[in-house]
T-cell receptor, first 111, second 113 residues
């Protein structure tokens, strides 16, 4: 089974901190994604990557950046955390368009 | 604009009963439609994946149908169990945007004893 591992289940950070969310997949998938999920808004795409060192903006990239130095690892960076970035963050990977495998999510609280 | 609409928003049923969740989409051109189950506080888990040529796919007590002409899908859950309580999310992908999908807002199902 494909595994997508997110480094933290729960995270509490202070406003203004730089926050790193890590995601690792073990199935050599080309595509990786970062979503945030908020009540009533569903999953919204922040950034995605089709290959190493490649990244594309999703629907809500403002306030975020990403890094993909290795194929298996896709990091989401909050340059200066704000309270409106409190959310559930989900990482996913896929080989093709046929289905994603999601990680378990990171519940981030910014205080 | 590509859209996926799910109904109902929430549903409460008694254990052992059947239920059907709906998904209507306007994604074009169509590539595939997936249903995911998301337990509270966890990531979504894939239930079914259907392409244009498939109109029914089952996974245990879950059966998904697809009508590509009317752009509708349904997820039928048979003999519900307490563990079926979750959010069910419909996701539709368009070609050629491989890997970029449109998500529905989900249906929250509560199964009561």
């Amino acid at each position: 089974d494909v595994k997508v591992t997110q480094s933290s289940r729960y995270l509490v950070k202070r406003t203004g901190e730089k926050v790193f969310l890590e995601c690792v997949q073990d199935m050599d998938h080309e595509n990786m994604f970062w979503y945030r999920q908020d009540p009533g808004l569903g999953l919204r795409l922040i950034y995605f990557s089709y290959d190493v060192k490649m990244k594309e903006k999703g629907d809500i990239p403002e306030g975020y950046s990403v890094s993909r130095e290795k194929k298996e690892r896709f990091s989401l960076i909050l340059e200066s955390a704000s309270t409106n970035q409190t959310s559930m963050y989900l990482c996913a990977s896929s080989l093709t368009e046929y289905g994603y495998t999601f990680g378990s999510g990171t519940r981030l609280t910014v205080v | 604009k590509n859209q996926v609409e799910q109904s109902p928003q929430s549903l409460i049923i008694l254990e052992g009963k059947n239920c059907t969740l709906q998904c209507n989409y306007t994604v074009s051109p169509f590539s595939n439609l997936r249903w995911y189950k998301q337990d509270t506080g966890r990531g979504p888990v894939s239930l079914t994946i259907m392409t244009f040529s498939e109109n029914t796919k089952s996974n245990g007590r879950y059966t998904a149908t697809l009508d590509a002409d009317t752009k509708q899908s349904s997820l039928h859950i048979t003999a519900s169990q307490l563990s079926d309580s979750a959010s069910y999310i419909c996701v539709v992908s368009a070609t050629p945007n491989a890997g970029k999908s449109t998500f529905g807002d989900g249906t929250t199902l509560t199964v009561k004893p």
